[in-house]
């Protein structure tokens, strides 16, 4: 997750959903400029194409979303 704002986004949170995926990080504080790698686990319940959203929010400077297809092999 990048920050790419010109001051610190706190309280920031990642959640992630789809068809049989869901997930619910919390990420703290991200400075300005400053980029966080976060890890998930998901489990899905079958094999497939599985178009997933990532949804980033924080207390202090809105959120931003994103939808990826991912492949998951089993």
Same mark, same amino acid.
């Not at 990080?25 to 400075?31: C, E, F, K, L, P």
């Given at each position: 997750?990048?920050? =790419? @704002?010109?001051?610190?986004?706190?309280?920031? /949170? *990642? /959640?992630?959903? @789809? &068809?049989? #995926?869901?997930? &619910?990080?919390? #990420?703290?504080?991200?400075?300005? @400029?400053?980029?966080?790698? #976060?890890? $998930? &686990? $998901?489990?899905? /319940? &079958? =094999?497939? %194409? $599985?178009?997933?959203?990532?949804?980033?929010? =924080?207390?202090?400077? @809105?959120?931003?979303? *994103?939808?990826?297809?991912?492949? #998951? %092999?089993?």
């Amino acid at each position: 997750i990048t920050n =790419s @704002g010109g001051s610190a986004a706190t309280g920031a /949170k *990642l /959640k992630v959903s @789809g &068809k049989g #995926v869901g997930s &619910k990080s919390s #990420v703290g504080t991200i400075a300005a @400029g400053q980029t966080k790698t #976060v890890k $998930i &686990k $998901i489990k899905p /319940k &079958k =094999s497939g %194409r $599985i178009k997933a959203a990532f949804k980033v929010t =924080s207390s202090n400077a @809105g959120g931003k979303s *994103l939808k990826k297809t991912i492949t #998951v %092999r089993k």
